[in-house]
């Protein structure tokens, strides 16, 4: 597997090529061609400060990184995050927290941002930020045993780490008001109805299945699904005709590359499916 490197701000440069990455409550796995963002910070994986640096760090390490087709984010057997660390907010100033939320904010962007495709793995609670954090991932595999939910509005606030914005694009403004209003969590099954999951699995079985979906994409196309990813997440924000320009554009990219013309060479002489993609 590689050696282990215990990162830090002063160390992070001098990382490249090395296949796994700790951190005191992140550890990232490199399993043939997807890393896994383990989530470490028992008994919850509760997200404090310091554990929004380091999943903003792991994101940013394997992002785009030779070698990695996709990535899993995993919190383990018994939950995957439980959401923010109410304790380390609970006296903060708006002052204070006018700094933390854009930190915050940031740090779950770079997960979203990753360039390759990305599946959270979810098993147990999956709540406040840690519902926000699954849904940064592309997909969601869920435990039958999964809650979701944004409770925050039990503790007099909101949602802050991209909830309010990122919940209604996946599930419709009426049932995202409904759950961030109301404050209550759903079962795996109701989050797979109205499609905030897209599978839900035995629990000892859910990073198996994340693993499954991750496999999909190893030896792909690499440049053409990252492209795919910033078009779809990119024209989410803007008006139709915006959209397709950015469609437009990354389109045309793609045939700058080698993988465009292996992929249409392959095609033209050997038929569909025969491709081998170089990632260049």
């Not at 006018?98 to 959270?120: E, R």
């Not at 910033?230 to 803007?238: P, S």
Request: with cysteine.
């Amino acid at each position: 597997m590689g050696k282990i490197i215990h990162m830090s701000a002063e160390t992070d440069r001098k990382l490249v090529g090395q296949e796994l990455l700790v951190t005191e409550f992140i550890q990232v796995e490199l399993q043939e061609s997807t890393a896994i963002i383990h989530l470490q910070r028992p008994p919850m994986n509760a997200l404090n400060l310091q554990m929004q640096r380091e999943i903003a760090a792991a994101a940013a390490f394997v992002s785009g990184r030779v070698g990695i087709d996709a990535v899993v984010l995993y919190g383990g057997e018994k939950v995957f995050a439980a959401g923010a660390d109410v304790k380390e907010m609970a006296n903060m100033t708006y002052s204070d927290m006018s700094s933390a939320a854009h930190s915050l904010q940031s740090a779950f962007d770079t997960v979203a941002k990753i360039s390759q495709p990305t599946i959270a793995a979810v098993t147990g609670f999956a709540l406040g930020g840690g519902l926000e954090l699954a849904m940064c991932a592309d997909f969601r595999v869920a435990g039958d045993n999964a809650k979701l939910g944004q409770p925050e509005i039990t503790l007099g606030i909101i949602p802050g780490a991209g909830g309010t914005q990122r919940l209604p694009r996946l599930i419709g403004g009426s049932k995202a008001k409904e759950l961030i209003f109301g404050g209550h969590m759903i079962s795996a099954g109701q989050a797979l109805e109205i499609g905030l999951v897209n599978q839900v699995v035995e629990p000892a079985e859910v990073l198996g299945a994340a693993l499954k979906w991750a496999s999909r994409f190893s030896g792909g196309p690499k440049i053409a699904l990252a492209a795919a990813k910033r078009a779809i997440d990119n024209g989410a924000n803007v008006d139709l005709r915006t959209g397709l320009s950015i469609e437009s554009t990354e389109f045309a990219a793609l045939f700058g590359t080698e993988d465009q013309k292996n992929g249409m060479n392959s095609f033209v002489n050997e038929g569909p499916g025969k491709a081998t993609f170089v990632g260049r």
